[in-house]
């Protein structure tokens, strides 16, 4: 079946550094992927998304890119600030009409 | 245009209470989800219903555990004979549907449930 494997956390980084936090997936067909994102307390929002292979998906500063060939949807961030953290989720969702399968989450603890 | 409206936002029940938990989609959704999310876990799917239809159940547990989606009114997702182990975040999302594109699902702020 689908599934997402996201890199372990804590990701505890400084204002400024270069984040990364990797997704690889596997599914059947064409799969749509996704990061959501989870500030404390509250419910997930959506940070980005890609449809097809070789798709980059953009928002805040953050991007991430549909690589068929390695299965891969890794999220990254030139320069990360004390608002980003929280916890990062990569998703994918397989044919029209099914549920997104989530990735265990990352927690992003930034420091000034 | 409010988004997906959960409630309550916390709740607490003793062990073989019944939990229900509403939801309301965001205008227009017609598709409603139910994630639960256990502490140090991600996110993980239960039920996916549209108006009067369960489309997809297989993460719901077999037993205690029951969700609907009225022709009028919230989706509500119940719990029986609540336990220890139902102590989570109950997170519910809409979309408008599998033709709209790639679905987005939009999230509720999350129920909170604890069992004493």
């Known amino acids: 079946g689908n599934s997402v494997t996201q890199m372990e956390g804590p990701v505890t980084l400084s204002e400024e550094a270069f984040l990364t936090i990797n997704c690889t997936y596997t599914a059947t067909g064409y799969p749509s992927l996704f990061w959501y994102v989870q500030y404390p307390g509250e419910g997930l929002q959506l940070l980005l998304k890609a449809t097809k292979a070789d798709d980059k998906g953009s928002n805040k500063g953050f991007e991430a890119t549909y690589r068929k060939e390695t299965t891969s949807f890794h999220l990254e961030k030139g320069s990360v600030q004390v608002s980003d953290s929280a916890v990062y989720f990569c998703?994918?969702?397989?044919?029209?009409?099914?549920?997104?399968?989530f990735g265990k989450g990352t927690t992003l603890s930034v420091s000034s | 245009n409010a988004g997906v409206m959960q409630n309550p936002r916390h709740l607490v029940r003793r062990r073989g209470q019944e939990a229900r938990l509403r939801c309301s989609p965001m205008k227009g959704h017609s598709h409603v989800y139910w994630y639960r999310q256990l502490p140090e876990e991600g996110l993980k799917f239960m039920v996916y219903?549209?108006?009067?239809?369960?489309?997809?159940e297989s993460g719901m547990p077999k037993e205690r555990f029951s969700a609907e989606f009225p022709k009028e009114g919230p989706s509500i997702l119940r719990i029986q004979q609540v336990v220890r182990g139902d102590s989570a975040a109950y997170f519910c999302?809409?979309?408008?549907?599998?033709?709209?594109?790639?679905?987005?699902?939009?999230f509720g702020a999350g129920s909170r449930l604890t069992v004493l």
């Open positions: 998703a994918l969702t397989g044919q029209a009409g099914t549920a997104l399968i």
């Open positions: 999302a809409s979309s408008p549907g599998p033709n709209s594109g790639a679905n987005v699902l939009t």
């Open positions: 219903l549209q108006k009067e239809n369960i489309i997809d």
